[in-house]
């Protein structure tokens, strides 16, 4: 299918509704995607066909289930143009894919972790843990007026005392797009490991690893039209294993005695337990889909439209748009005099579903003196009448709170 964003959008049933008496207009996308029939069908047909636990069953459905599991990792490698399938270690989340990393590296007193002002808590408080675990010391690159990163403070913050250097590609909160390839590359030079949070680049570009360099690199199936509770953490073979399991328990063994338990290769060393076979195989759906559509189309229709968010939004009075003019998926914005909270909940009345609040980003809400934004945030499907739409429920609401 070609990318024609008016046809795309009768792929996603979830969208022809209404909510509060008008048009859906859904514009939380850095939150979570709506799933199109693809993946829906994806999910309906593996419990209505395939249904059983993998890699021990000898019978049919099991050998089934296992394959098309492991075709959906192959599929996960391919669109990451990962080395080997291996690679792939399928988790619940970016959280949980963090955390892995996290609970996995053994740090020493006065070893560094860096991470920046632009991180969601999912990538800052496991790194906390580690710190707190280790008595390794957390540094953090700061932010700019504008949103984006302080790349010179980040080159003095890198130093042979940091050992891994954690960062997003896209910030959830300000749409702010990283220069991961150069961050990355500095951070090796530095002898540092690297984990890059792809959470919300996933969705809006194409990811390959092997030209990035980083050691890690965690997205979340939700983010990019697959369910919940599946997600991603790729690992570079010779580094994931060199560390230790994570999780104990099924699958993730070779040979268990109460002597001694030995370890099974990858990636099963990671993934200990009955995984989320069908959001494994509903996420490859869902790749499959974006890959058929093209992420560079995709990124142009979103790029499109969030340019003209931000002419209409600042083109109202007291609006104040956050990050850079370059913002990737999603813009912040705020209105003087106006909370985003009841500006949120009047424009929901109006149809528009937007995130306010702190985006798991207090940190960076600190940094800029405030307590959360109004964020629209866009996807494949969205329109240019629906970010029309936004404008005029924004400046409705706006007249109506001041
Ligand atoms: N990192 C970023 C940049 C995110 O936007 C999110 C989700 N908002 C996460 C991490 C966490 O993802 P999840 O809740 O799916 O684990």
Redesign the pocket.
């Known amino acids: 299918m070609a990318f024609d964003p008016s046809t795309v959008r009768g792929e996603f049933p979830i969208l022809d509704q209404a909510v509060n008496g008008r048009p859906l207009v859904y514009l939380d996308n ?2 979570t995607t709506q799933k199109p029939r693809a993946v829906l069908d994806a999910s309906r047909n593996y419990y209505q066909r395939i249904n059983a636990n993998i890699h021990r069953g000898t019978h049919l459905l099991a050998r089934a289930a296992t394959e098309s599991h492991e075709a959906a990792r192959a599929t996960v490698a391919r669109h990451l143009n990962a080395a080997e399938p291996a690679e792939v270690i399928f988790t619940s ?4 894919s963090i955390n892995l990393v996290a609970s996995i590296l053994s740090l020493a007193p006065g070893d560094e972790v860096l991470i920046t002002t632009l991180e ?1 808590h ?2 800052i408080v496991p790194w906390q843990m580690l710190c707190e675990r280790s008595g390794a010391v957390l540094k953090v690159v700061p932010c700019l007026d504008d949103g984006t990163l302080d790349q010179a403070a980040f080159g003095n913050l890198l130093s042979d005392k940091t050992r891994i250097t954690a960062f ?1 590609w ?3 909160a300000f749409g702010t797009g990283n220069p991961v390839l150069q961050m990355t590359a500095a951070a090796k030079a530095a002898g540092s490991l690297v984990l890059i ?1 792809a ?2 680049a996933a969705p809006h570009m194409v990811i390959d690893v092997q030209a990035l360099g980083a050691d890690f690199l965690a997205y ?1 199936g ?2 990019v039209y697959a369910p919940t509770g599946i ?1 991603v953490l790729w690992g570079k073979r010779d580094v994931l294993d060199a560390l230790p399991p994570w999780r104990g328990g099924g699958e993730m063994i070779k040979e268990v005695s109460f002597e001694k338990t030995t370890y099974n290769d990858l990636p099963f060393k990671y993934e200990a337990g009955t995984p989320n076979i069908e959001g494994a195989i509903a996420l490859a759906a869902a790749l499959e889909f974006v890959d058929g559509l093209g992420l560079e189309s995709i990124a142009a229709h979103e790029q499109a439209l969030i340019q003209r968010a931000a002419d209409g939004l600042s083109s109202l009075p007291g609006t104040r748009l956050y990050g850079p003019a370059d913002r990737i998926g999603a813009l912040s914005f705020a209105v003087e005099g106006v909370h985003h909270y009841d500006l949120g909940t009047l424009i929901d009345q109006m149809g528009v579903a937007v995130r306010t609040g702190h985006h ?1 980003c207090q940190p960076l809400m600190a940094r800029f003196g405030i307590t959360g934004t109004t964020r629209a945030s866009f996807a494949l499907y969205n329109t240019a009448e629906e970010v029309d739409a936004l404008v005029l429920a924004v400046e409705k609401a706006v007249a109506m709170l001041r």
């Open positions: 850095a939150a989340g970016t959280t949980d969601h999912s990538n997003g896209v910030s959830n949070d959470a919300q979340s939700h983010k997600g798991c």
